[in-house]
T-cell receptor, first 112, second 120 residues
Framework: GNSVTQMEGPVTLSEEAFLTINCTYTATGYPSLFWYVQYPGEGLQLLLKATKADDKGSNKGFEATYRKETTSFHLEKGSVQVSDSAVYFCALKGTGRRALTFGSGTRLQVQP | GAVVSQHPSRVICKSGTSVKIECRSLDFQATTMFWYRQFPKQSLMLMATSNEGSKATYEQGVEKDKFLINHASLTLSTLTVTSAHPEDSSFYIC????????????????FGSGTRLTVV
């Protein structure tokens, strides 16, 4: 079946530090890949997505590249802000499956 | 566009009672909605897929008689937790699939803001 593995958190960074959150996946066929962000007490918001190999999703300074050869979709940001503190979920939509499969989430804490 | 409204945001109920959670699509028709459960510091676990006008499809291990899902219209899906117990306390999130204008994907997903259920 489909699965998503994320690095465990929490990740604690100082403001303006570089961020990487690792995500790898297992899926048959050609899944679409997503990063969602969840702020405290809220639902999930789509951060970025990529639908085929070598695609790069980007939004609000965050980037992730769909790497089929390493089955990875790592999230990066060059300079984090306190307002980026949230839980980040990597997810995939597999072929023939309507629902998304989520990773365990990674909590990011950015300190001023 | 593609906004989903979920209510209530928080609910506290007594053990043995039932609680209904509503999820409405505000500006689109949602033929398919998904119900997830999120345990503290853990990921979202898919409970069931709700299809307008037909029975929900439950994931393995989810009690369909305990978690009743109704999707009677294209804009409303409800999850009723029956005879709630403290172990049902969790964060429940609905999600709807919508037609996407993005040519890369046919569908997008939007999420409700979640319902924090506490059973005492």
């Amino acid at each position: 079946g489909n699965s998503v593995t994320q690095m465990e958190g929490p990740v604690t960074l100082s403001e303006e530090a570089f961020l990487t959150i690792n995500c790898t996946y297992t899926a048959t066929g050609y899944p679409s890949l997503f990063w969602y962000v969840q702020y405290p007490g809220e639902g999930l918001q789509l951060l970025l997505k990529a639908t085929k190999a070598d695609d790069k999703g980007s939004n609000k300074g965050f980037e992730a590249t769909y790497r089929k050869e390493t089955t990875s979709f790592h999230l990066e940001k060059g300079s984090v802000q306190v307002s980026d503190s949230a839980v980040y979920f990597c997810a995939l939509k597999g072929t023939g499956r309507r629902a998304l499969t989520f990773g365990s989430g990674t909590r990011l804490q950015v300190q001023p | 566009g593609a906004v989903v409204s979920q209510h209530p945001s928080r609910v506290i109920c007594k053990s043995g009672t039932s609680v209904k959670i509503e999820c409405r699509s505000l500006d689109f028709q949602a033929t398919t909605m998904f119900w997830y459960r999120q345990f503290p510091k853990q990921s979202l676990m898919l409970m069931a897929t709700s299809n307008e006008g037909s029975k929900a499809t439950y994931e393995q291990g989810v009690e369909k008689d305990k978690f009743l899902i109704n999707h009677a219209s294209l804009t409303l899906s409800t999850l009723t937790v029956t005879s709630a117990h403290p172990e049902d306390s969790s964060f429940y999130i609905c999600s709807a699939r919508f037609a996407n204008s993005d040519r890369d994907t046919n569908y997008g997903y939007t999420f409700g803001s979640g319902t924090r259920l506490t059973v005492v």
